[in-house]
């Protein structure tokens, strides 16, 4: 009987993904420059196996959190979903981007191993249950993701950003660490839901001394927080890096990533720190009303910022951010004084928030990497003009793309702000969500001067757009499902529900 | 006892013809114009049902069809039609036929685009005219700016960049911010969007207030109300003709619309409590408005003010809470949709020969053009409430309303007669009248057939609803009654 070893069955994917990225990097070492697509075929059956694993895994553990690793490792179904997400994000990323690579010989063994390895911090990230785990998962995602900025090492603007990219990524983990320092200072423990406990415990005075500490640990740990999902002010980096980065590889950034940022928001602040969400007697000020400033912030800055924008990357870049900050409002609103009766509805509504930014941002950016050809980057928002005239399915797919992300019926977008106004509303939060509408509705003027250029104006350049049979169809799918998922929005809001229910 | 889902069709006809059409695009242009032309009168013709089994006598919802749509929002596909939306499907669905034939030579570029973006539009505003559900409302009414959008924007005048950008943006503030009224009202009512829920609920007055403001906010930038009315001249001028009158027919109409539907009947407190601020607004729009319109040198600019002093009248009717008023601003705004599509279309009619829209440009036109001058006249008339014509009756109805109400208000509205007719008619003797005034109008052919055509359907309906309006007025009657009753009952 191996009775030392644990149950690993809830990580059988993450010990799958850590199996096919090491094979794959040593396969790809035999493999000749022209049989590269055996690498990209087998990173993408072993998302494939990842995804039918964490099927399994689910399955036979019932939907019931199923801890591992003595409590550091979990597998619920919020996990489950946004797994299941990150690897049709990240497939995705791999199939857009896989002409415009080879077309600038960036598609080598390192691209694939450094992709796979990514997600595989994520999918720690998504599952951790312990702030040691979470720190690894987001350490391995990070690493991975500057290297993948400064893939192109011949460019000056890539390793740019990557420098910029790696020193605030390593300050963020930084305060992140002694966040969780403080934290383990003050309750002893770094087990998430042992943390909750012990918060909750001093709170109620046992003993009283530790409070200040609490108070000091939450705001580093929100502020590596913020800087990881990239809101303001610590949203820097996001311009840069969007922009610097190869197009293909701000694809992956922009997607990906930002499920294990909700997941990771979702461990640290609700599951661990649910007690100093603040706004009660005991705790008067605490995350919340840091979570509302941040918002707030990020909405206004985000699309003030993104109007002035003259290049597409940086346009969406600061799109993000607001998009962020607009998922937050949902974070935020679960608790109102306490009270987490509606809790789940709020949560919920930031996940489908997270989950249908997530679709927006692999349509958006994978028209930008659709439209690049060899030694041309579609990088410029005057690189859309007359798109209609050149390519009127495109033109089409990206228009709705770009009202899902403004948020207007009968796209996606839409209900994506109604589930999360309604939890804000919910909260009693009236004037938070008229200003969430306000800047929305500034928001929605640089989305639809995109749909301007390519509609109104006449193109600069005739060439034809002919993707590959797979890159068409599937951001087609993209695009459309922007349509269909907002004429049958249930089942993707039913599915956030129960994630978080049982979470 | 119902055979079909006619609102259903209504919608999705259109919205589906749009979408073939689409994808045919202007490879096939016959084939994609056909199945446009075929779209449309089907759309219509399953809207005719919806008045032929109207049942009047009762302010029930009819032709309901109910269905679960987003159960975690407890929102339902939730759709009916009383005596005061059956109406409006109807003349959208006409006038949409209207377009499709009107823009059938005259458009040149990307021809089925265009065609699929009114048809796609006329379906959408069927369904904010037939939604009982304000969620499934809110979603048809946001979706008409995408199509109005391209619209302005790809076939519109040389401005129409500004035009097409302000539209949206100017309409959407007022949206989103009914959008927060709703979901306020579903906490409120906890966990509900249907709108006849809503009628019942209590509110207190405070609550009422700010309601009704975000209402405001969004159907006066529709209607539109001075001083949100900015818009209104630049999406028109820039719109191709087919865009303007749709515009001025229908979609100014979901804003008065909305106050029937939402404002009033939620919120009978409130709209007593502001009723004075309203009728001011009404009142400057009647008076202001039509000075400005007497300014005007550009013909669209001159018909989009028009329009705003006259659906100043609709709102002047609704707010002064009587039968007469309301049905009064219910038929004018059903006039309104007829004369102003109409008079867009001449406009649209000389631009086509002339390519401008100056008055200073135009005279004489009747030497060249007697049967087009001679339709354009009755629309002209009916522009200025002359009596026989579909104008005169709601006015007519409006002002007494109102002199129930107050004299002075009635007095100050009775302005519009003058103001109307001086605007309309001297624009209409400038262009028309007098010597040929340059060798491009001697040049002019009178209007061909298919011009003709949708001129002269118009010509019918506006004189059918000035000498016999009674059809109208008995469909709706039922449900003013009903929300008037609604209205003197207090929520408090």
């Known amino acids: ?503 | 006892m119902q055979s079909a889902p006619w609102l259903s069709l209504s919608i999705w006809v259109p919205i589906v013809a749009g979408m073939i059409v689409l994808a045919a695009g202007d490879r096939n242009l016959r084939e994609a114009k056909a199945i446009a032309l075929f779209g449309a009168v089907v759309g219509f013709a399953v809207t005719v049902p919806l008045v032929t089994g109207f049942r009047t006598g009762t302010s029930a919802m009819q032709f309901v069809e109910l269905a679960p749509w987003i159960p975690r929002f407890n929102v339902n596909y939730h759709l009916g039609v009383d005596g005061i939306s059956v109406l409006f499907i109807l003349l959208n669905s006409f006038i949409t036929v209207l377009v499709v034939i009107a823009g059938w030579e005259v458009i040149k570029e990307k021809v089925a685009q265009y065609m699929s973006a009114f048809l796609v539009m006329s379906g959408l505003l069927n369904g904010t005219f037939a939604a009982l559900d304000a969620l499934l409302f809110y979603v048809f009414f946001e979706a008409t700016l995408i199509p109005m959008y391209l619209v302005i924007g790809v076939w519109g005048g040389p401005n129409r960049v500004y035009a097409a950008v302000k539209f949206f943006l100017y309409t959407l503030l007022g949206s989103l911010l009914m959008l927060l009224a709703f979901i306020y009202l579903y906490n409120k009512s906890g966990g509900s969007f249907a709108v006849l829920d809503y009628h019942k609920l209590p509110l207190p007055l405070n609550a009422q207030i700010l309601l009704f403001v975000a209402f405001l906010m969004a159907f006066a930038v529709k209607v539109p109300m001075w001083p949100v009315h900015t818009w209104l001249p630049d999406a028109h001028v820039e719109a191709p003709t087919g865009g303007s009158a749709v515009l001025a027919a229908i979609l100014l109409k979901l804003g008065a619309y909305g106050f029937i539907r939402f404002s009033l009947p939620i919120l009978p407190d409130a709209s007593h409590y502001l009723s004075g601020f309203m009728i001011t607004l009404s009142l400057i729009a009647i008076v202001y408005i039509g000075l400005v319109a007497l300014a005007q040198t550009d013909m669209k600019k001159l018909i989009a003010y028009s329009s705003i002093s006259h659906m100043g009248f609709v709102t002047l009717g609704f707010f002064i809470f009587n039968t007469y008023g309301m049905e009064g601003g219910l038929v004018q705004m059903i006039s309104h949709g007829f004369v102003s599509a109409a008079l867009f279309l001449c406009v649209g009619v000389m631009y086509d020969r002339m390519h401008s829209r100056a008055i200073a440009d135009y005279g004489g036109v009747v030497n060249t053009m007697p049967r087009f001058a001679a339709l354009m006249m009755l629309f002209a008339m009916a522009n200025c409430g002359l009596p026989a014509t579909s104008g005169f009756v709601g006015e007519f109805m409006v002002i007494l309303g109102a002199m129930k109400f107050n004299f002075w208000i009635a007095l100050l509205a009775a302005t519009t007669l003058v103001f109307g007719a001086a605007y309309t008619l001297w624009m209409y003797k400038r262009v028309i009248f007098g010597e040929v005034g340059n060798e491009h109008v001697a040049g002019l052919s009178d209007a061909n057939t298919r011009e003709l055509l949708v001129l002269g359907l118009l010509a019918a309906a506006v004189l059918w609803m000035g000498v016999y309006p009674a059809p109208f007025t008995e469909i709706m009657h039922a449900s003013v009654d009903d929300l008037l009753r609604h209205l003197a009952v207090s929520k408090l």
């Open chain 1, 1 to 503: 009987m191996l009775t030392n070893l644990p149950i690993m069955l809830p990580a059988y994917p993450e010990i799958f993904l850590l199996a096919a990225g090491c094979t794959i990097l040593v396969i790809d070492l035999f493999l000749k420059e022209g049989a590269r697509w055996v690498t990209y075929a087998l990173s993408l059956a072993a998302l494939a196996g990842c995804a039918g694993l964490t099927w399994l895994v689910t399955f036979m553990t019932q939907g019931q959190p199923a801890h591992t690793f003595n409590g550091m490792f979990v597998l619920d179904t919020m996990a489950s979903v946004l797994k299941m997400f990150t690897y049709l994000a990240v497939a995705l990323c791999l199939v857009y981007s896989r002409t415009y690579l080879a077309d600038r010989g960036l598609h080598r063994g390192e691209y694939f191993v450094l992709v796979l390895f990514a997600t595989l911090g994520m999918m720690v990230m998504i599952s951790a249950s312990h702030f040691l785990t979470l720190y690894l998962g987001l350490e391995l995602m990070s690493l991975c993701l500057y290297s993948l900025v400064a893939l192109n090492r011949d460019s000056a603007l890539s390793t740019e950003a990557a420098m910029k990219y790696f020193v605030l990524g390593a300050l963020a983990s930084g305060l992140l660490l002694y966040g969780m320092s403080m934290i383990y200072g003050a309750t002893g423990t770094l087990q998430i839901n042992d943390v909750a406990l012990a918060t909750a415990r001093i709170l109620q005075g046992d003993p009283p001394a530790k409070a200040p500490v609490l108070a000091f640990g939450l705001v580093f740990i929100v502020s590596g927080l913020a800087f990881k999902v990239g809101v303001v002010p610590f949203h820097m980096w996001i311009p840069d890096v969007y922009h610097g980065a190869p197009s293909a590889v701000t694809l992956f950034i922009s997607t990906g990533p930002k499920l294990a940022a909700f997941a990771m928001a979702m461990r640290l602040l609700v599951n661990a720190l649910p007690s100093l969400a603040g706004n009660t007697p005991q705790f008067p000020s605490g995350w919340q009303d840091m979570l509302v400033i941040l918002s707030v912030l990020s909405m206004a800055i985000g699309n003030l910022a993104a109007i002035a924008q003259t290049n597409i990357k940086r346009m969406l870049a600061y799109s993000t951010i607001s998009h962020m900050g607009f998922m937050l409002l949902g974070l935020l609103s679960g608790i109102v004084g306490g009270n987490a009766l509606s809790a789940a509805e709020a949560w919920s509504a930031a996940m489908f928030y997270a989950v249908v930014y997530v679709l927006m941002s692999l349509g958006a950016f994978g028209m930008v990497v659709l439209l690049s050809r060899s030694g041309f980057e579609a990088e410029r928002l005057e690189d859309f003009k007359g798109l209609n005239a050149r390519s009127p399915w495109f033109a089409f797919v990206m228009l709705l793309l770009m009202f899902s992300l403004a948020g207007i019926p009968p796209t996606v977008g839409f209900y994506a702000k109604l589930a999360v106004l309604q939890a804000v509303l919910g909260a009693g939060q009236v004037w938070l969500a008229v200003v969430a509408v306000l800047f929305a509705l500034i928001g929605t003027f640089y989305y639809i001067r995109v749909v301007k250029l390519m509609y109104f104006d006449e193109p600069t350049e005739t060439a034809a757009i002919r993707p590959g049979l797979d890159v068409g169809i599937l951001i087609s799918a993209n695009g459309l499902a922007m349509l269909a998922l907002g004429i049958l929005p249930h089942p993707l809001m039913q599915l956030c529900l129960q994630a978080i229910k049982s979470f």
